[in-house]
């Protein structure tokens, strides 16, 4: 059975029709066993990379090719690498479903343009940062804000070299959101000492990724 619905499938395909400008990986570790999400994973970015041909799916045992996560910093399953022929150091941990689907398709929009919408003050300050900075975004597939979030941290990665953004469902890595103490989602935690909850305006998120650099 399709996980996207049969009712959604010809706008989505427009969607990205009209969105989609270059080729773009999808690049999916996954594990056999022990890994209760890694099926569905793979079977929504198949089911769009069928409907588009600018969209390439990989498929790559979490395991059997340790070194390949390892170039990729993937550390848990199931993860999603998206990136052009340049990596941007986007990431999804879990399945991108419910709400996240909508930070899936935004991820795929923006790596396939190689740029953002985000102002020209805000990149010129991503493009000022001088240290490497990692942002994990925790979320939900019910949470209707979380997207906004995720994506913020996805579109600043692609604006800079030195910018990581990690997009991270709390509920399938509960050993996480209880080291992180999430109560509450979306959850940012910068270079794992900045943290702030909501989806907050990108000047607010601006400001809270560069007091990093302080």
Known sequence: MSLIPDDQRERIRSELAEKLVGPVR???????MECK??????????ELAEMNDKIQAEVHDFV???Q???????DKIPAIAIRAEKDYGIRFYGFPYGYEFQTL???????????T????????????????????????????HCPTAATMAHKFAIETNLITAEVIDANEFQDLAIKYGIMGVPKIV???????VGAVPEDVFLEQVLKTTQ
């Open 26 to 32: 999808v690049i999916m570790f996954t594990q056999a």
């Open 37 to 46: 999400f890694c099926a569905d994973t793979k079977q929504l970015i198949y």
């Open 64 to 66: 059997a090719d340790a």
């Open 68 to 74: 390949l996560a390892q170039q990729y910093g993937v």
């Open 105 to 115: 398709m935004e991820a795929l929009t923006s790596v396939s343009r190689g740029q």
């Open 117 to 144: 919408n985000l102002s020209e003050q805000t990149k010129q300050k991503l493009r000022e940062i001088k240290i490497p900075i990692n942002i994990k975004v925790f979320t939900t597939l019910t949470c209707p």
């Open 190 to 196: 910068v270079n794992e000492k900045i943290e702030f």
